[in-house]
């Protein structure tokens, strides 16, 4: 379980196909405290930590993971945005996430607005029903407010206030029209939707 509160921008190092996708991931985190077997989301994406060494960490990563998360998410040089497990009594700073991605976005626009960069956002039509104005999503593993919500003939478009501290430790500093996202719907939206399609059934 995570806050999506990123902690850490990872980079990776080295990605090798050893069955399954082996990647070295470097990091400011002390791999000391860092069990094997922990859990570290990777730009939303809940992995496993199967080996570690003195500021890098490695991660297996499926066939199934790599098809169902964004294009170019685990090539050599790309940044991650890292966040370790929460642990009981953390502090809930962002909301609940559980590091399952549920589809991918693409950007659609990025602006300035004041200080900060006003972000829209393309999710197909299968999650347009779980996103709302001023509900939560999780993007890239980052937990954010969605600030307005457009229906399209396929899909949403929802835009997002990318404040400057966001920008500074997370990816979201070099966000570019075109680049695709992984999207985490609220997991309350998740559990709702299917309360109401259970309610519909029984009418």
């Given amino acids: 379980m995570f806050t999506g509160i990123v902690s850490d921008i990872g980079t990776i190092e080295a990605a090798e196909h050893r069955g399954d996708l082996r990647l070295r991931v470097a990091t400011r985190y002390d791999t000391a405290e860092i069990d094997l077997g922990a859990s570290i989301a990777c730009s939303g994406v809940c992995l496993t930590v199967v080996d570690k060494g003195t500021g890098w960490i490695a991660f297996d990563v499926s066939g199934e993971t790599v098809s169902r998360t964004a294009k170019g998410q685990w090539a050599p040089g790309r940044k991650l945005n890292l966040e370790r497990a929460l642990k009981l009594g953390d502090e809930l700073g962002g909301h609940i996430v559980t590091g399952h991605v549920d589809g991918i ?42 600030n307005e919500i457009e229906d399209v003939a396929e899909g949403v478009h929802f835009g997002l206030n990318i404040i400057p501290h966001t920008a500074e430790v997370t990816t979201f500093g070099t966000l570019r029209i075109g680049q695709t996202v992984n999207l985490e719907i609220d997991v309350l939206a ?10 519909a059934r029984t009418q």
């Fill in 190 to 199: 998740r559990y709702l939707q299917r309360m109401e399609v259970l309610r």
């Fill in 105 to 146: 976005g693409e950007v659609v626009s990025v602006r300035e607005e004041g200080g900060s960069h006003r972000v829209v956002i393309a999710a197909p039509h299968e999650l347009a029903p779980y996103v709302a104005a001023k509900g939560s999503i999780t993007v890239d593993g980052v937990s954010l407010t969605v």
